[in-house]
């Protein structure tokens, strides 16, 4: 498995690049915490990757994160858990402008974490007699129903750590791990935005989460979380 790409640091421009019209992506955050948003900004800029389903806990705040991306008009589909956090998601879906497919949040997690085990799909209780479970599979387990949830895999995976070594394994920020570890393990191009690149070997190796066999990209971030706020460090583009 992994990795094609010998020399792994890129430009945030030269990363995007390697997306494609109507690419499916994984990005990774819950809220802003744990947010690509170099990656995200990146997007925005270029015309050539549009049309995106994007996968993701929520699509970020009104142009912020990947609310940024519903305002440049990048986005054709968003699936995930908590949309109303963005009141211009909800205006997009009810003028027609964008798809959304609700998954409860637990389920995402684990979708994504058998997508990247490779396991085709699992069966739970969460929606179960609900229109979330219309046309899944239901089964009976010791008298109980369950549906049939399929696990979730992406072309791309876009993703947000802290630090990185040369090779690629990945060190996260306390909460801002969320999502992002699981969404590393699936999909076939992983881009990692860290806020710092080190030598290989000056890790502690109990300290690596993602190792570096799963990431094919990094990408030096361009903010920087300031009073609880996240803006873009002096000298960046």
Not at 12 to 17: F, G, K, N, V
Not at 164 to 185: E, Q, V
């Amino acid at each position: 498995m992994k990795s094609t790409i010998r020399n792994k640091e890129m430009s945030p421009e030269d990363a995007i690049s390697l997306l494609a019209e109507s690419d499916t992506l994984l990005v990774g955050g819950f809220g802003l915490c744990g947010t690509p948003f170099t990656l995200i900004d990146a997007i925005a800029r270029q015309t050539k990757a549009t049309n995106l389903t994007v996968i993701s806990n929520n699509l970020g705040e009104s142009g912020k994160g990947l609310g940024k991306l519903l305002q440049t008009g990048h986005l054709k589909k968003a699936v995930g858990s908590y949309f109303t956090s963005n009141r211009d998601a909800v205006k997009a879906w009810k003028n027609g402008e964008l798809e959304i497919e609700l998954i409860p949040q637990g389920t995402l997690a684990e979708a994504i974490r058998a997508g990247g085990a490779g396991i085709a799909g699992f069966y739970i209780k969460t929606a179960v007699g609900t229109q979330l479970a219309e046309g899944k599979e239901e089964k009976v387990f010791n008298g109980e129903r369950y549906i049939l949830i399929e696990g979730i895999r992406a072309r791309v995976a876009l993703i947000r750590a802290w630090k990185a070594d040369t090779l690629g394994n990945l060190i996260y920020s306390k909460s801002a791990r969320n999502f992002n570890p699981m969404m590393a393990t699936a999909a076939d191009l992983v881009i990692a935005e860290v806020d710092e690149i080190v030598p290989a070997g000056e890790f502690n190796p109990e300290l690596v989460v993602t190792p570096h066999n799963y990431v094919d990209v990094l990408v030096t971030s361009r903010y920087e979380k300031l009073g609880g706020v996240y803006v873009e460090r002096n000298g960046s583009e």
